[in-house]
């Protein structure tokens, strides 16, 4: 009697690692050789007009891995019809949709029907994190493109959760704590809109007072910049989470919240969460370790419920589902 249910048990532990296993380094070797240099040549050239691409990419790949696994889906336009995930409130800030194209146009005028747009995300965000400064690691490719794209599944982590809130989202989708205080590493690049923090300026907690476990200057210096009263996002102040090397991806971020300087109420927290803190000290004191650290958890985050084989598709546009052929 006990022999299905174990069997059962070890199919469905087996069965995500299979489809992730499918994935491999150089996958467009023999179909599209250029790929990875015709993304790399694209991220080269926006970077040297706006280092803040890294930022962009790297948010667009954790949204896009989050929601229903790294399909592309976050790629989608709306229509009249049909909202798509660029809709849901959490997506609104991400940006970065442009250079994805571009890269397409070129790898479709290469090697047609051949490169998922999951993968250029991907590839695009290693190419961004290492011109930023942040570690070198292969990427696995292989992914398909997903054909969902709901703004009703888009269910995010707010950054005002506590560590132990914040860790549910990231062990649903198979990762430790360690390895959720390195992704959150990589706030050391990119900013925030002032809507997201503002309440620990002037009411946090409904206290009428600022978060107390915030820098004094560092309220000042927000106060400045956001004021009191909220706006609508596109006139909403924005501030760097990265206090010193805003478009470095190194351990500077771990550094400021030992000092109390984290603008992100998560962020901050992760230093002061008795099991997180040990986390984000060693990071501090040890850039090589995080970069480790940080291009393994980018890695596996990749590989969040990919879709391989003959699942979804190879779309032709990015932004929109390939019709369906009648047969």
Partial sequence: MMKLPLLLF????????????????????????????????????????????????????????????????????????????KDAGPSLGVRGYDIIDEAKRTLEATCPGTVSCADIITLATREAVVLAGGPSYSVPTGRRDGRISDPSLVDLPDPSLSVPETLTFFASKGFTLKEMVTLLGAHTVGVAHCGFFQDRLTN???????????????????????????RSFDKDPTMFLDQNTSFVVDNQIYKQVILRKGVLQIDQELALDRSSAPIVSMFASNGRAFEQSFAKAVVKMGGVEVLVGKAGEIRTNCRVFNKKKHI
């Avoid at 532990?13 to 990875?36: D, H, M, N």
């Avoid at 790297?58 to 891995?65: E, I, K, S």
């Avoid at 946090?204 to 909220?230: E, H, N, W, Y």
């Fill in 10 to 85: 070890l199919c469905l532990i087996l069965l995500p690692l299979s489809v992730t296993a499918q994935l491999r380094v150089g996958f467009y070797k023999s179909t599209c050789p250029r790929a990875e240099l015709i993304v790399r040549q694209a991220i080269h050239n926006r970077f040297k007009i706006d280092p803040s691409i890294a930022a962009a990419l790297l948010r667009m790949h954790f949204h896009d891995c989050f929601v229903t696994g790294c399909d592309a889906s976050i790629l989608i336009d709306s229509t009249p019809r049909k909202p798509s995930e």
């Fill in 204 to 230: 946090f907690q409904g206290t009428g007072r600022p978060d107390p476990t915030m820098d004094r200057a560092l309220v000042s210096k927000l106060l400045r910049i956001c004021g009191t009263q909220p």
